[in-house]
Nanobody
Framework: QVQVEESGGGSVQAGGSLRLSCVASSSRLTIYSLGWFRQDPGKEREGIATIDSIGATGYADSVKGRFTISKDNAKNTMYLQMNSLKPEDTSLYYC???????????????????????WGQGTQVSVSS
C-alpha cells in the first residue's frame, strides 16, 4: 500500500502563487513516478505536471512556464509551485503515486486511465479574478 496526502491548497487572487505538497510513502512498494492532476465536476481528470524516477518532468501546455514540479526524495515529498495563477486554474488538485516505471511525459496523459495508481484525497485551489 502507498499513503498519499496532499496539502497547500487555498484561495488566492489572480496573479498570486501557491505551493502544493504531496507526501507519498510506502513500506512495501517503490514509488517511481509522481504527478499532479486536477479535476472539475463532470470532467475527466487532467494531467498538470509529472516527475519520474530520473527526475524528468512533463507539463500540460496550459501551465508551462507558470508551474514547477519538484521532489525531495529524502522527505518522500513532491511539490508543485504555482505562480501567475489564473481563475481557470481553479480546481481540485490530486497527487498521484506510481509504483512502476513510466516516463513523465507518458504519465501526464495516461495515469487517470491506468490501474494500480495511488491517489490522494485532493486539495482545493481557488483563484479569483
Amino acid at each position: 500500500q502507498v499513503q498519499v496526502e496532499e496539502s497547500g491548497g487555498g484561495s488566492v487572487q489572480a496573479g498570486g502563487s501557491l505551493r502544493l505538497s504531496c507526501v507519498a510513502s510506502s513500506s512495501r512498494l517503490t514509488i517511481y513516478s509522481l504527478g499532479w492532476f486536477r479535476q472539475d465536476p463532470g470532467k475527466e481528470r487532467e494531467g498538470i505536471a509529472t516527475i519520474d524516477s530520473i527526475g524528468a518532468t512533463g507539463y500540460a501546455d496550459s501551465v508551462k512556464g507558470r508551474f514547477t514540479i519538484s521532489k525531495d526524495n529524502a522527505k518522500n515529498t513532491m511539490y508543485l509551485q504555482m505562480n501567475s495563477l489564473k481563475p481557470e486554474d481553479t480546481s481540485l488538485y490530486y497527487c498521484a503515486a506510481v509504483p512502476f516505471n513510466i516516463s513523465a511525459v507518458r504519465a501526464l496523459g495516461v495515469l487517470p486511465r491506468l490501474p494500480g495508481i495511488y491517489w490522494g484525497q485532493g486539495t482545493q485551489v481557488s483563484v479569483s479574478s
